[in-house]
């Protein structure tokens, strides 16, 4: 329905705490992302496999001191990540972090 609030579109993103991002939604919800949860939930290629979609990412490896450095836009639908371990390759559309703020994460394969 044209004019009513997005359930995936952003009005802000910013820094809760310094283990926090939060994402307030059009649709008024506040999602709150641990950063180093959200870290091992980079959907890249690096990360996860793209043919299988089975998770290649140790999430041993992220160390809970992972923090955000830059958030970048892509495009209208997207942020692209930079983290303190240097990874920057993943692009978090915004469908798919509202689906982790939901619970509702694609599974692995």
């Known amino acids: 329905m044209p004019g009513a609030p997005s359930r995936e579109k952003p009005v802000s993103i910013e820094k809760a705490g310094e283990e926090t991002l939060r994402i ?3 649709d008024g919800a506040v999602s709150d992302f641990n950063v180093a949860a959200l870290r091992r939930a980079c959907p890249c290629a690096g990360c996860v496999d ?3 979609g089975k998770r290649k990412l140790d999430p041993l490896s992220v160390l809970e001191s992972v923090r955000p ?3 970048e836009p ?3 639908y997207a942020i692209r990540i ?3 371990d240097h990874h920057d390759t993943g692009i978090y559309s915004f469908t798919y972090l509202r689906s982790l703020a939901d619970g509702k994460a694609p599974k692995e394969k």
């Open 24 to 26: 307030v939604w059009e």
């Open 50 to 52: 793209e043919w299988s």
């Open 82 to 84: 930079i983290w303190s």
């Open 69 to 71: 450095i830059r958030i």
């Open 74 to 76: 892509v495009g209208r």
